[in-house]
């Protein structure tokens, strides 16, 4: 079973996966399809603040992210 704390880490995990996607220098032979993929997917991810403004008002689905 997921607790919030892990549901909000791996979302947090997730969108550092996709920025390092973005990054040639952290990810240097990624095609650029796959860059365009990570973006898109960015473009409406949520970010720390959605990740508190959730966990404040559904704690028992999302946790504080670690800042």
């Known amino acids: 079973m997921t607790v919030p704390n892990e549901r909000?880490?791996?979302?947090?995990?997730?969108?550092?996966?996709?920025?390092?996607?973005?990054?040639?220098?952290?990810t240097p032979r990624v095609r650029s399809e796959i860059r365009k993929q990570a973006y898109w997917c960015l473009r409406h991810y949520p970010g720390y603040h959605d990740l508190v403004v959730s966990a404040r008002h559904l704690p028992d689905t999302w946790g504080l992210p670690d800042a």
């Open 8 to 26: 909000t880490r791996a979302v947090a995990q997730t969108r550092e996966f996709l920025l390092a996607l973005l990054d040639p220098k952290k």
